[in-house]
């Protein structure tokens, strides 16, 4: 199973160009909200129509501008969960999950099967439950038992957490990742939460203004996000401009201090620092800094610091857990960026 995208859609001033491969795989597409995640998604499922280009499906062409291919999205068997779950809402839970057995010909085929799907979801005693009914969480679970027993080629799944509170999040997250486990084919995942992505996907593509940014295994996007945006949607908080004063040495401008970096510096035009990076005590890249703010978390510390005793500049957060800081509590602290952990970021596709 692989997907093969390749893609370019006008809408307005916004310009759709996607290229991207996923094997069989989690592949998140993180961005922000505009940048065409979900559009990408509906192009794929074949709800929107690209101005030109490619989509192949485990080698079955979905749409090929050239050759004038586009099938209609119930050819394209594919599984797609939407944020509100598109459930038919004059439909009970079991004539929903009935909806999905289209090709399937046999009745009592058909029957085992719907009953399967709803002990496996426990849905069994919702079965007469409209979706109006229903909490949530059980309108995902019933909204998962329509597409799969479908038998899709691939899921596509469109922020399938963001309507629900944490807790219930967490919890379904842990039923979508046993879903995909036991589905074992290609998951596209559209997501805006860096911890989603981070638990839910094993290759996350970074999307920006329309176009993929960065690439890759999970942890190989966060460990070098590459981009400024790419960094910020990972979740780095700490970002300066920079001017280059040799390969391996940068002044990052917002904070006013001298990095020893330990990748050659590049086409990078800031650097990135994650808040949990920062090391008390002497060592590479170390200052003396005054504390700003003190920012109390449920279960850390977020301490603003300022180097040196300048009044102009931007403030950095360090963040550590609650007994580290009240034991070390103080006006001003020294500390150090070990320089593998000083994050080379270029434009990208644009920059703030």
Partial sequence: MSIFVDIEKKLGSFWLKMNFEAGEETLALLGASGCGKSMTLKCIAGIEKPDRGRIIVDGVTFFDSEKGINLPPQ???????????ALFPNMTVEQNIRAGTKREKDKKERQKRIEEMMERFGLRELADHYPHQLSGGQQQRAALARILISTPRALLLDEPFCALDSHLRFRLEQEVREVIRSFNKTVLLVSHDRDEVYRMAQSIAIINGGRVENLGSRDMVFADPKT??????????NISSIVKRDEYHVYAQDWGVELITAKQTGEAVAVGIRMHDIRQGRGENSFHCRVIEEIENPFSYTIMLKPGDKEAG??????????????????????NIPPESVLLLTKGNCCE
């Fill in 75 to 85: 050819k394209r068997a594919l599984g797609m969960m939407f944020q509100n779950y």
């Fill in 228 to 237: 400024v945006v790419a960094a910020r949607l990972t979740g780095c908080k």
């Fill in 314 to 335: 931007t403030s950095f957060g360090w963040e550590l857990d609650k007994e580290s800081w009240r034991r070390m509590r103080a006006d001003t602290v020294e500390i």
